[in-house]
């Protein structure tokens, strides 16, 4: 669908970033190999809920329970389990870089049956593991749920998501994370990949230390050796704060549906003249009555008449030369563009090749 067919009537909202070459650091624009997030999972139950559980054809859940209870030496019959104060669940969990064993941290639940709601329910003692099948952390706990399901018999309203909930330090690490600091190199990994600042990087660091440490593997990754004799803590907290001046992709990204068009600094637009002109179509429907003569043998008669009115507002063409961000929004605002005319311009303008940006449309 295009953009031109979805713009209607919203309101614009141009973001401006205008590059000011100042300097960053590393650390605000890459991350250490290693240094990163981890993510745990396992499969539970919810115990304790007001009539809101799974119903008895969600299968997994009656025989998870069974499963449960078979455990602390309880025999049942799967097949004989009625109970709507149960539900299954996935358990996620995100666990910090360097994270310890002991160490607590928050775990999402989500229903993964029919369940109408989890408020007031009490996860069970879940074991979570990590991509490769190890367990790395238990969790336990009161669930939080910020939304909630009203039900009658003629009406219900629901808030926001009631079958999904957290609990807070709701996980306690059984072992540590695996990764070992005593290396002889490291890879500084960019979040935006770009050749200039993988070169930029490396020279930054080869310039401090004084040596041909780093070096630019690829546009996103900067290999690193750490000197011998030298605590790799100092070493990689001395390098994340180094600044340096990053280098941009020049690019102008569109969200028709909100109406916000975002301009980067770099953008610029080459000579070029532009003209926008609304053309407004309106047509009228009406129905007349046509009443014969008196003592006529006539007939009354609803006739349809259509009235056809074409508006065409004329504007200037405004010549568009060298121009910068700042002119370009304040050439199409004298014009008095839509949104849906400067997306359009936008458009039209990367299609004659005049401009010097990539164009990303959401």
């Known amino acids: 669908m295009a953009c031109k067919d979805i713009c209607r009537n919203i309101p614009l909202l141009i973001l401006l970033f ?43 859940t009656v025989k998870s329970l069974a499963n449960a209870l078979q455990k602390m030496g309880i025999v049942v019959d799967p097949n004989r389990i009625t109970v709507k104060n149960v539900a299954a669940v996935f358990v996620t969990a995100k666990i910090p870089p360097y994270a310890k064993a002991g160490m607590r941290v928050d775990v999402s639940v989500s229903s993964i049956g029919d369940a109408k709601s989890l408020e007031g329910g009490t996860l069970l003692l879940t074991p979570l593991r990590g991509p490769d099948g190890r367990i790395y952390a238990l969790a336990q706990g009161q669930l939080i749920v910020g939304g909630y399901e009203a039900r009658g018999r003629g009406a219900s309203q629901v ?84 600044e340096i001046k990053t280098s941009q992709v020049a690019k ?23 003209a926008v002109g609304s053309l407004v179509v309106k047509v009228k429907e009406l129905a007349e009555v046509s009443q014969p003569p008196p003592l006529s043998p006539g007939e009354t008669k609803v006739v349809p008449r259509t009235e056809v009115e074409v508006i065409e507002e004329k504007r200037r063409l405004i010549p568009l030369k060298g121009t910068t961000v700042h002119e370009l929004v304040t050439s199409l605002n004298k014009i008095g563009a839509t949104p849906r005319e400067i997306i359009s311009v936008l458009q039209a303008i990367k299609e004659a090749g005049a401009l010097k940006a990539k164009l990303e449309v959401l």
């Open 159 to 242: 808030k926001n998501v009631p079958t999904v909930g957290r609990i807070p330090n709701g996980a306690v690490l059984e072992r540590d994370l695996p990764f070992d600091m005593n290396v002889a190199d490291v890879n500084i990994i960019l979040d935006v990949p770009d050749f200039t600042t993988a070169k930029r990087v490396q020279d930054a660091i080869n310039s401090r230390f004084k040596a041909p440490i780093a070096v630019a593997l690829d546009s996103a990754t900067v290999k690193v050796g750490i000197p011998t004799g030298v605590n790799p803590v100092d070493f990689l907290a001395e390098i994340e704060n180094l």
């Open 18 to 60: 205008v590059s000011l070459s100042m300097a960053e650091r590393i650390k605000d624009i890459a991350t250490i190999e290693g240094n990163r997030v981890n993510y745990l999972q396992g499969y539970g139950l919810v115990v304790g809920l007001k009539g809101t559980g799974d119903g008895k054809a969600t299968q997994f």
């Open 252 to 274: 102008v990204v569109i969200d028709g549906r909100s109406g916000t068009i975002v301009l980067g600094g770099n953008v610029r637009i080459s000579p070029v003249a532009v």
